[in-house]
Structures are given as structure tokens and as C-alpha cells.
């Protein structure tokens, strides 16, 4: 169904759906879809080429063909735009109803609304998603939970300033097609919540600002530059006031800082530090490459190794020396009913916030209300009255490639309890996924797709460069489906009655299929997609 001129929907519609899914927003969707897919599977293409190039003894490195803009230090990103001046703590979560208003009312002061990877992208939620920012910044808004609570917006001056993350350039939209073919959820999400809000964002004084997930190289930066400059013209909006700020979370993308920026230059609004999706890329890119990159159990592996603290020293002094905001990783720690291990978390989030801080950061990302305030303290102490550190230039930073590719002087060991929890939590998110809520409450943490990649992912590695754990076991097919086989018995019995009406059966089948394949997938949410309605 549509009334545009090869556009088909065939998700249904839901309540209001006609409200975001407007003849102008799938208009745009068509026109980029036009101008822009073939280059975006060619840019896709070109991630495959250089993953088959890796495992043929390849490695990466800055690029000398880009060496003139690095060695430039004439040029700029745009200035900050209003309401991203300050961005001392960001709250991050799904745009669901709920969670809009209590992200809104978190007391950060920008809110990352998030249709990547703490969503799940259930055809209501890609529709709902956009609906619920519009009612937002409408004030339309409210919500009453099933036991009767109401939840309504704080007043305007008290909300932080939306950022909304599209889907990263490898998934596409299937309810959505365009002269026959599946569009792209990245230009699906970035048009319906520009033509839904865009215009209303610049009418309240600020604009429609983004983050851009999953990049691998400057070549996708450039492929978003000229979608802004196609969408602002054809709605009418001046070059320019559009915002991204792009994640750092892939392993080629942290060779390539400098020209991301410079390829978003007068739609730049900064870098950030995706620590949990580039764990997985650091896998995922050379997980072929046997012990000098074979990682420890994930929740050994800290901001202050080698490779990572290399990674977030040469973000901030990129992004610094370029006027642009440097953001940190996700804290993904929640407040707990265990006193114990509340003040575990808290700690943790200090700890955490505080290193950034002094680092240089001019802000950074957290997972939940109850730990803004925490961050904003930390950040507070090192910034005071400023807005932001952008004046700390860190030019006493100098990082090599060597010392980005340091992942064999990170501690630590592979353990069975490292490898139990893989299997556990990974599943554990894979069910929360299938069932459209991207973003879990597991073990105390809040889990998102980066949670699910990297399990699977170690697990997959582990098993495929004969990895032993420290008690002498190989990682075998046999240990790991013994492990998938108790830990989903553990999970069975935790969960009770309510274990019936999961869709526990599907999750452990895609987790086993992607752990233990002869091939490794490059996304675990692609064929989780193809498993959704």
C-alpha cells in the first residue's frame, strides 16, 4: 500500500502510522533510495573485500591516499549547534513510549534515541519510534503503565536535546520497498524522523541532529554527506542543519577518524567512543588471525588496555584538534535492589566517568535515569562552569598504528565462566530481540545487539583458532552445544512459567547457528531479521 509512484508498504498499519508514513516521507525515502542504494551496496561490498584481504595476512593502517587531509591543520567541523553545545551526559535508549518520557525527564542533557541497537526493528517499532519523538516535541505525549501509573514530560527547559541513531548501512527495511527492492533501514529511520520532526526541531530553535552507527571507512561518511545535502534540499531546510555525530565502533573506522570528520565537516557535531560494538569489530576483523588477536573474556577486557586506551586518546585529540566534540562509551551498569551491588555499579560509573573526564571527553553516554546524575557529577568536577573541553587539545597524544593494533599485550584468560556467560547472555538477548525489545536488563547491566555480537562472536573465535580455557579444555563443538544445553536449562528453570511464552527455541537456534557455523556471519541482527514478521 502507498500512494507514491513505486513505493510499496507492506507492514501494516497501525494506529497514527498515517501520521510519520506521510506522501512526503516516503517521497523522500524513494529519492534517496534511487540516488543512493547502489552505492551503499557497494560500499558494503568493499567491507567484504577487505575482511577476505585481512585473512590473507593484511592488515590495517592510516591511509596513505588521505594523507593531505590529515596533515592539513587548516580545517574545521561546523561550530557546535544549539542544544549541543554542552553534552556533559547523555542518556541512550529505545523510543518506545515509556522510555521516551523517562529518557526526556532523565535530567541529561542530550538523550541518544536510539532505532539501532537498543531497538528492535519490529515494523512498529521503526513506525513508532518517530511517532513517539513527534509527540514529544509536540507535547502530545503521555503514557499509563498497565498498573496504572502516568508518566508526562518535565517543562521544555528541563529536556535534554534529541539525537536520533538510524540503523547502521547493512540492514535493510523489508516493509518498505522501492521500484521493487528492500530499502535501507538507515535511510528509512533518517527519513521518517526528519520529515516527521525536522522541521519542528528548527521551529523550537535547534535542529535534527544524529548519530551515525557502524561506519568502516570515510567512503560511508561521504555516502551520509550527500544524503543530508539531498534530503535538506528536497524539504527545504538550509546545507548545514543537520548535526551527526559518528561512532567510532568498528576497527577499520578508528584508522580513519580524521577523514570521517572532514567527509561530515559542515554537518559534524563530533566522534564517539562505541566501546562495546568496536570489541566486536576488533574480533569480527581478525578473527581468523589465530592468538595475537584473540581476546579474554569480555568482562576482562577494561577502557585501560593497550588497544583500547590507544583508541579513545587518538578520538579525543582528533576530534579536539578539529573543534569537534569527543563523546565516551556507554556505561551500561543500572541501579540494583541489591545494596551491594548498587553501590558496586555507582562506583563503577565514577570510576568510569571520571577517567573520561580527565582524558579530555566533553561528555558521555549511560543506560539508565538513575545513573545521570552520577555521570553528570563526575563530569561536573573536571568542567565546572565550561560547556565542554574543547580547548584540551591532547597534543601530547601520539598514536601509532601498531599501537591501535596492540590487542595481544591485553590481559586476562578464557575461562568456562567466560564462555558460560557468552552463552547465557547472549541467548538471553537474542529472545529479547526477536520479541522487538532491543534493549535487556541482563545480570545487572543493560544489554544492547553489541552485547549479543560479541558473544557469539568470542565464541565463534575461540572455537575456530583452538583456543583452551585455563583449565586445560579446548573450545569443541561438543563443549560449546554441553554449555548451550545447561545454561539454557539454567535459564528454563530462572525464568519459570513465563519461560513458555518466550521464543526461547528460536533464540537458541540463531545463537548456535552464528557460534559455531563453519562461516561467520557478519551480523548476528541480519538473519534475526529475516526471522521477524
Request: glycine residues 8%.
Amino acid at each position: 500500500m502507498s500512494t507514491v509512484d513505486g513505493v510499496e508498504i507492506t507492514g501494516p498499519m497501525g494506529p497514527r502510522f498515517d501520521e510519520v508514513l506521510t506522501p512526503q516521507a516516503l517521497e523522500l525515502i524513494a529519492l534517496l533510495h534511487r540516488e543512493f542504494n547502489g552505492r551503499r551496496l557497494e560500499r558494503l561490498q568493499a567491507r567484504t573485500e577487505r575482511v577476505q584481504a585481512l585473512a590473507d595476512g593484511g592488515t590495517l593502517d592510516f591511509l596513505p591516499e588521505t594523507a593531505s587531509v590529515r596533515e592539513d591543520d587548516s580545517w574545521r567541523v561546523a561550530p557546535p549547534a544549539p542544544g549541543l553545545v554542552d553534552r556533559r551526559v547523555e542518556m541512550t535508549g529505545p523510543t518506545d513510549r515509556k522510555m521516551t518520557i523517562n529518557a526526556l525527564n532523565s535530567g541529561a542533557k542530550c538523550w541518544l534515541a536510539d532505532q539501532e541497537d537498543a531497538n528492535s526493528p519490529l515494523w512498529e517499532n521503526v513506525v513508532n519510534g518517530p511517532l513517539n519523538l513527534m509527540d514529544s516535541i509536540d507535547r502530545t505525549i503521555d503514557f499509563t503503565s498497565p498498573q496504572g501509573k502516568s508518566y508526562e514530560l518535565k517543562p521544555d527547559d528541563e529536556l535534554p536535546t534529541i539525537i536520533v541513531r538510524p540503523r547502521g548501512w547493512h540492514l535493510p527495511e523489508k516493509h518498505i520497498t522501492v521500484d521493487g527492492e528492500q530499502t535501507s533501514g538507515s535511510l528509512v529511520d533518517f527519513a521518517l524522523y526528519l520529515s516527521a520532526c525536522g522541521q519542528k526541531q528548527i521551529d523550537r530553535g535547534q535542529g535534527p541532529y544524529f548519530y551515525l552507527p557502524k561506519m568502516e571507512s570515510h567512503l560511508e561518511a561521504r555516502l551520509w554527506n550527500d544524503a543530508f545535502n539531498l534530503a535538506q534540499d528536497q524539504l527545504g531546510i538550509p546545507r548545514g542543519t543537520i548535526r551527526a555525530t559518528c561512532l567510532i565502533e568498528t576497527y577499520p573506522a578508528a584508522f580513519e577518524m580524521e577523514e570521517i570528520l572532514y567527509e561530515l565537516r559542515e554537518h559534524s557535531s563530533g566522534l564517539n567512543a562505541g566501546r562495546w560494538d568496536y570489541l566486536f569489530s576488533v574480533i569480527k576483523t581478525f578473527r581468523t588471525r589465530g592468538e595475537d588477536f584473540t581476546l579474554p573474556d569480555r568482562n576482562s577486557i577494561t577502557m585501560t588496555v593497550p588497544f583500547m586506551r590507544a583508541y579513545t586518546e587518538l578520538l579525543v585529540r582528533t576530534c579536539h584538534k578539529r573543534g569537534a566534540h569527543a563523546m565516551g562509551g556507554m556505561s551500561a551498569f543500572i541501579p540494583s535492589k541489591d545494596p551491594e551491588k548498587n553501590e558496586f555499579a555507582f562506583n563503577k560509573i565514577t570510576e568510569d566517568k571520571s577517567r573520561e573526564a580527565n582524558d579530555g571527553f566533553d561528555g558521555s553516554w549511560v543506560a539508565h535515569p538513575g545513573m545521570v546524575q552520577t555521570a553528570m557529577d563526575a563530569f561536573d568536577k573536571v568542567l565546572g562552569e565550561r560547556p565542554n573541553q574543547l580547548d584540551k587539545l591532547r597534543e601530547d597524544v601520539s598514536v601509532s598504528a601498531a599501537d591501535l593494533l596492540n590487542v595481544k599485550a591485553t590481559p586476562g584468560e578464557v575461562t568456562e565462566a567466560g564462555l558460560r556467560a557468552n552463552v547465557s547472555v547472549g541467548i538471553q538477548y537474542v529472545e529479547s530481540w526477536l520479541r522487538g525489545s532491543g534493549a535487556a536488563g541482563i545480570n545487572g547491566l543493560m544489554e544492547d545487539a553489541a552485547t549479543a555480537e560479541i558473544s557469539r562472536s568470542q565464541v565463534w573465535q575461540w572455537l575456530h583458532n583452538g583456543v583452551s580455557l585455563n583449565d586445560g579444555q579446548q573450545v569443541t563443538t561438543e563443549l560449546v552445544q554441553r554449555v548451550i544445553e545447561e545454561e539454557m536449562a539454567a535459564i528454563a528453570e530462572a525464568k519459570g512459567d513465563a519461560y513458555s511464552s518466550g521464543r526461547w527455541d528460536d533464540a537458541r537456534a540463531l545463537f548456535t547457528e552464528m557460534a559455531l557455523g563453519d562461516e561467520y556471519n557478519d551480523f548476528l541482527t541480519v538473519p534475526a531479521y529475516e526471522r521477524m514478521p
